[in-house]
């Protein structure tokens, strides 16, 4: 088997595939050793699945549990504390959230603002006679 390969603009024969045989492709040493691990592998995943499985039905159903014991002005208490305990987090995140906006609504502005009379002092240094006459009134230059 002679296998020939074309690399740029010459061409290359490997010669390590010149004898004309196949280089033996070594195998696992104990296919059996192999496949137990890969069973005990498999066996450890299924356990470790069935037993989170487990633990988030536990939580879950410990919770429906407790929400089905309670009576109807202890359940009305407890609907209202979550509620108040929501509204609080979510007023807090909405106060954070539009301070944030707030501040960088005041650096866009600021920024503006000195590009502006960045924009309007080198208007004026060109020449003032010109860059008057096409400016609106209420401009000026100081």
Same mark, same amino acid.
């Given at each position: 088997m002679v296998i020939i390969l074309a690399a740029g603009v010459g061409t290359v024969i490997q010669p390590a595939?010149?004898?004309g045989g196949v280089a033996p492709v070594a195998g696992p040493a104990r296919p059996g050793l192999l496949h137990a691990i890969l069973?005990? @592998?498999a066996v450890f995943? *299924?356990?470790s699945a069935i037993f989170m499985g487990h633990q988030l039905y536990a939580v879950t159903h410990e919770e429906q549990m407790r929400m089905s014991e309670l009576s109807? /002005?202890? @359940?009305?208490?407890?609907v209202a504390r979550w509620?108040?305990?929501l509204h609080g987090r979510a007023a807090a995140e909405l106060h954070t959230f539009l301070h944030t906006?707030? +501040?960088?609504? *005041?650096k866009v502005r600021q920024s503006l603002e000195t590009l502006s009379n960045?924009?309007?002092? !080198? +208007?004026?240094? *060109?020449g003032d006679a010109a860059i008057k006459a096409d400016? /609106?009134? !209420?401009?000026?230059?100081s």
């Open positions: 595939l010149l004898t069973l005990a @592998l995943l *299924a356990v109807g /002005p202890e @359940l009305y208490s407890e509620r108040s305990r906006n707030l +501040m960088l609504l *005041a960045v924009i309007l002092s !080198d +208007m004026g240094h *060109a400016l /609106p009134n !209420d401009t000026t230059f």
